[in-house]
């Protein structure tokens, strides 16, 4: 038996009342990606004006590379690495509840550097490359962060 819909009729999406509490959150080993993007959103919605700064190394490097060769995008790209490693350590460290210890942040900020600096190269080929490189060791720089692990350590923390 086959069911018509009503002409007119719309499907609705259904959301939790204003004022009700959110289900908890799954397990970290078990969360959904669109719920970790919902986590994330609202983590850095609650601390929008310390990450507005963050979003001005990708301004530096429009503005440094617009309209020019694609050699001189590479260097600027290379010149904006320290930048970007920053921008990246700091918004990990956003995302924790303490605050790492400075020696944490050295090596973060220094795992990230390795992990860029292939990048300019490496999109230059292709995307796909750049990409799949910052997937496999990209998550070393948080990892570093939060388990204070020492560089060669978070590189491979990051692969894992």
Do not use: K
Not at 152 to 157: I, K, P, T
Request: no cysteine; proline share 9%; hydrophobic share 55%.
């Amino acid at each position: 038996m086959r069911r018509t819909i009503p002409s007119g009729a719309v499907a609705r999406l259904s959301y939790p009342r204003a004022g009700e509490p959110l289900p908890e959150a799954l397990p970290p080993g078990e969360r959904t990606v669109g719920q970790l993007v919902a986590e994330s959103i609202r983590l850095y919605g609650q601390r929008f004006w310390s990450i507005i700064p963050l979003g001005l190394v990708f301004v530096g490097v429009d503005l440094a590379s617009l309209g020019r060769s694609v050699s001189v995008q590479t260097l600027v790209l290379w010149a904006f690495g320290p930048l970007f490693a920053a921008a990246y350590v700091r918004a990990s460290a956003i995302a924790l509840p303490g605050r790492p210890s400075r020696r944490a942040f050295v090596n973060a900020f220094l795992v990230a550097l390795i992990v860029f600096v292939p990048f300019p190269v490496l999109v230059r080929l292709y995307i796909l490359p750049g990409i799949a490189f910052f997937a496999l060791f990209g998550l070393g720089v948080p990892a570093t962060l939060v388990e204070g692990l020492g560089v060669r350590a978070g590189l491979r923390r990051g692969l894992q």
